[in-house]
């Protein structure tokens, strides 16, 4: 899996299924199992535990890695193991009234990450891996390095939002500062940088927006290293500030990303360029906002209003 440059998060999930797989058929080989046996697991899945269409597709996809990349084997009934059907879902979407109430129940670096969430259109985990060199404030812009699907692309930096994280910066680079005088300062570089570049993971530009706030040490070097905030401090905090705000949505930190995208729309930005900083690489999957803007089913007259109303 590292070998194809599969992302740390497919390499977890990936594991995880080819070892319920081998648990689930009695530790037996699975060179030996066939196509009745994969079937029965997948269908286990979705009668016993009932996951989703989703979850599915992602541990036949871990199988099927599994059969032809690690044990070689080129099966024909592979390409005959049926695939769940996805439904399609429309995204839940907060008012920019909702997402005023919602921050305005935060603070700190949470409330500073759902803002950049909500007024860059950025995934959880984009926010969280940002470093330093990627925002550009002379440019009002923001890199997302490695997104999903292993892309770069370039998202506005909102105006509003320049002070606030400047001055966040300010005393990250001070907490950078004194981890440096206190034999600290590293931070993990992605692919092979740590080779080419040796000093380059104490440097400040490639620091995270938002560290950690505890150090830990890196097991193969020995490293004293800050890791970026985690996700979960962000999920926590956003619950709490939906559930403070008296919102009866199911708001999670992806619904600011959808909301963005909503708002673009409703404002009359082009979908391509709504599409560009989304990071989407199908049309198709930006055309689901079109589903929820006030113009659409929200902007029509309903007969009852007309037969009621007069």
């Not at 600011?256 to 391509?272: K, M, N, Q, V, Y």
């Not at 906002?289 to 029509?300: E, F, I, Q, S």
């Amino acid at each position: 899996m590292r070998l194809r440059h599969l992302s740390a998060r497919t390499e977890e999930a990936y594991l995880q299924w080819m070892r319920r797989y081998h648990e689930f058929h009695g530790g037996g080989d699975p060179a030996g199992l066939g196509v009745e046996h994969v079937t029965a697991f997948l269908s286990a899945l979705a009668t016993r535990e009932r996951v989703s269409a989703s979850t599915q597709n992602q541990a036949l996809a871990a199988l099927l890695f599994l059969y032809r990349e690690v044990l070689g084997l080129d099966l024909p009934w592979l390409d005959d193991v049926v695939r769940a059907k996805t439904a399609v879902r429309l995204p839940v979407v907060l008012t920019r009234e909702e997402v005023r109430a919602v921050l305005a129940k935060m603070d700190g670096v949470p409330r500073l990450m759902a803002t950049l969430l909500y007024g860059c259109g950025l995934r959880l985990l984009e926010c969280c891996r940002l470093r330093v060199k990627d925002v550009d404030f002379a440019r009002n812009q923001i890199t997302v390095r490695a997104g999903k699907g292993n892309r770069d692309r370039a998202t506005m930096l909102p105006r509003a939002m320049k002070l606030a994280l400047a001055s966040h910066l300010e005393g990250a680079r001070l907490q950078h500062q004194q981890d440096l005088e206190r034999g600290a300062g590293y931070v993990e570089l992605p692919d092979g940088l740590a080779r080419k570049l040796l000093s380059a993971s104490q440097e400040w530009p490639w620091q995270w927006v938002f560290p950690a706030t505890r150090i830990y040490v890196d097991r193969l070097t020995g490293e004293r290293r800050r890791h970026h905030l985690h996700e979960t401090v962000l999920q926590h905090a956003l619950r709490s500030a939906v559930l403070a705000a008296g919102i009866p949505k199911r708001a999670t930190c992806h619904t600011l990303r959808h909301s963005f995208a909503t708002h673009l729309l409703e404002d009359g930005s082009d979908i391509r360029t709504v599409q560009e900083l989304l990071g989407h690489k199908d049309l198709t999957t930006t055309m689901i906002y079109t589903h929820v803007l006030n113009r659409g089913p929200a902007g029509v007259v309903s007969p009852a209003d007309r037969l009621l109303g007069s």
